[in-house]
């Protein structure tokens, strides 16, 4: 039998991108799963549309709030565990399709090795289908910088090999019932960023390894542009690093990340944000997180986390 796996999908204010994810679910091959859709406290009426138009294909959880990505799936897979009892919890983003062999391709790959904690499918640009958005990232300990392997390039076979990365693109991330119940659930102060980086560390550092999936081909929408980061994502993108480190880092190597972050990354993306990207708003949410990221950490610090 195979192993049964549960999709949770968060919904925000995404109607019409829910819906595109879930019909090209229907489409996959694997046939052991469930789709919980969380509704994280959108202003419309999209969770009745969605069980008007999906029924008892899907699961749906309405939050009387916008409980943020790590909230709102941790509601989701807290139901998973207590409903269904399932081998994997996959999160996806409801802004993504899907090809029709991808979950197959990421449970195969979960299950040929026992050492395997968290899989990540291969992320395109949806707009660009061919184009690599990432196959997973990498973690620089010394700047607090994150990167992901890949983005931009066009696939022509160059990541088609099971490899090992520091961690995967929470968009579509797989892992397993053991690894999830050794290391818990995500961390709920980040909202949004960095909690699937966390995460991941989390589960190396329980001794299994986070693998990038290769066969497991997924689109993802979302860009990366100026605009799109300026906001609110701007600022949870820089106050999370702060509390990444603070949460996961050495005290080496936490020095190492202040003394760069203050004296080399915060004045060069000030000229950045002023000269090159002329936004006030990206340096105002910049900034904005800066401050927040600082405080947090003392306190953090200071309680002993």
């Known amino acids: 039998m195979t192993s049964k796996v549960s999709i949770i999908i968060l919904n925000w204010n995404g109607l019409d991108d829910t819906v595109g994810c879930l019909q090209s679910l229907k489409e996959i091959t694997y046939k052991n799963y469930n789709i919980i859709v969380v509704d994280n406290g959108s202003k419309g009426n999209d969770a009745e549309i969605l069980k008007s138009k999906f029924g008892e294909y899907i699961h749906i959880i309405e939050n009387d709030r916008n409980y943020g990505f790590a909230g709102g799936c941790n509601i989701g897979i807290r139901y998973a565990m207590r409903n269904f009892e ?102 709920e102060r980040y909202f949004a960023y960095f909690e699937e980086v966390e995460w991941c560390v989390r589960c190396s550092r329980a001794g299994y390894l986070v693998i990038h999936a290769p066969g497991a081909r997924v689109w993802h929408k979302k860009r990366f542009s100026i605009d799109e980061i300026s906001g609110l994502n701007m600022y949870y993108m820089t106050r999370n690093r702060f509390l990444f480190m603070v949460r996961n880092a050495t005290v080496r190597q936490l020095s190492f990340f202040f003394v760069y972050f203050l004296f080399r990354h915060l004045p060069t993306f000030t000229a950045q944000s002023l000269y090159r990207y002329r936004s006030l708003k990206l340096l105002t949410n910049f900034y904005r997180g800066v401050f927040a990221g600082i405080r947090a950490t003392a306190i953090m610090k200071w309680r002993k986390q």
């Open 86 to 187: 399932p081998d994997y919890i996959l999160l996806l983003n409801n802004d993504t399709t899907v090809a029709p062999d991808f979950l197959s391709e990421m449970v195969n790959v979960a299950e040929s090795d026992p050492s395997f904690g968290i899989a990540g499918a291969k992320i395109y640009f949806y707009h660009e289908p061919n184009k690599i958005q990432a196959i997973g990232g990498q973690i620089n300990w010394r700047t607090g910088m994150t990167s992901m392997l890949g983005i931009n390039e066009m696939d022509v076979g160059q990541f088609n090999e099971i490899r090992a990365v520091d961690w995967v693109v929470g968009c579509a991330l797989l892992i397993k019932r053991e690894v999830l119940q050794t290391i818990g659930l995500l961390y």
